[in-house]
């Protein structure tokens, strides 16, 4: 399980942090070195992606949507998708519910 307000490495070139958790929301940071992957997955939860800062290419139920500084993207609910970083860059998942998986709820 991953600290709380910590930054982790996730996969190669790929680091996040989990800010404060609600009670049926939470968001999580994640930052990309350029060419760096975020694995294709899916999850029962509902994620709104906003980018930071930079450039990706999200893979979403077999569509590809090109991101940049100020966009958002809907992930519905079990949709499979991943990411490639086109430029180091930065952005926020907000997700619906919690992403126990992530947390350290016992």
Same mark, same amino acid.
Request: net charge negative; hydrophobic share 40%.
């Given at each position: ?27 999580? *940071? =994640?930052?990309?070195? @350029? #060419? ?12 709104? $992606? ?13 569509? *590809? =949507?090109?991101?940049? @500084? #100020? ?12 990411? $490639? ?22």
């Amino acid at each position: 399980m991953m600290a709380i307000n910590q930054w982790e490495q996730a996969e190669p070139g790929v680091k996040r942090k989990i800010h404060d958790p609600g009670k049926q929301m939470m968001v999580m *940071e =994640v930052a990309f070195e @350029k #060419g760096a992957k975020g694995s294709a997955h899916n999850h029962p939860h509902e994620q709104i $992606t906003y980018c930071i800062a930079g450039k990706l290419a999200f893979h979403v139920g077999g569509k *590809e =949507v090109v991101m940049k @500084k #100020g966009d958002s993207l809907h992930i519905p609910s079990n949709a499979v998708h991943g990411v $490639t970083a086109l430029e180091d860059s930065q952005i926020l998942d907000i997700f619906t519910p919690l992403r126990e998986d992530l947390l350290d709820v016992n």
